[in-house]
């Protein structure tokens, strides 16, 4: 069973930078699409990115086009998040599963429990 962790959330403060790591146990990554959702006080969960097992293939949402940027390697999936904003400020969950064609990216059957992000001065 895949079990997975985000590392990397913690308090920053606006236009500065963080490295979100979504690790696996139980199974490797490298079979899987991965995404991020981000989920804030009293709003819906948000699919933000995702990465494509088969081509490496990315997508983002609109809200963080141009400043976050996804990748892989066989072992994680990673999150660069540059100019953070208080509205980035979440909780934020890597997610995996069957690839998907679309921005969509895959069947989401596993889920992390989530890193918190926090962007103030």
């Known amino acids: 069973q895949l079990q997975l962790v985000e590392y990397g959330g913690g308090l920053v403060q606006p236009g500065g930078s963080l490295r979100l790591s979504c690790a696996a146990s139980?199974?490797?990554?490298?079979?899987?699409?991965v995404g991020w959702f981000r989920q804030a006080p009293g709003q819906e969960r948000e699919g933000i990115s995702c990465?494509?097992?088969?081509?490496?293939s990315t997508f983002y949402a609109n809200s963080v086009m141009g400043r976050f940027t996804i990748s892989r390697d066989n072992a994680k999936v990673y999150l660069q998040m540059n100019s953070l904003t208080p509205e980035d400020t979440a909780i934020y969950y890597c997610?995996?599963?069957?690839?998907?064609?679309?921005?969509?990216?895959?069947?989401?059957?596993?889920w992390g429990q989530g890193t918190q992000v926090t962007v103030s001065s």
């Open positions: 997610a995996a599963g069957p690839e998907i064609k679309g921005r969509s990216c895959a069947f989401y059957d596993y």
């Open positions: 139980g199974a490797t990554l490298d079979v899987y699409a």
């Open positions: 990465i494509s097992v088969s081509d490496g």
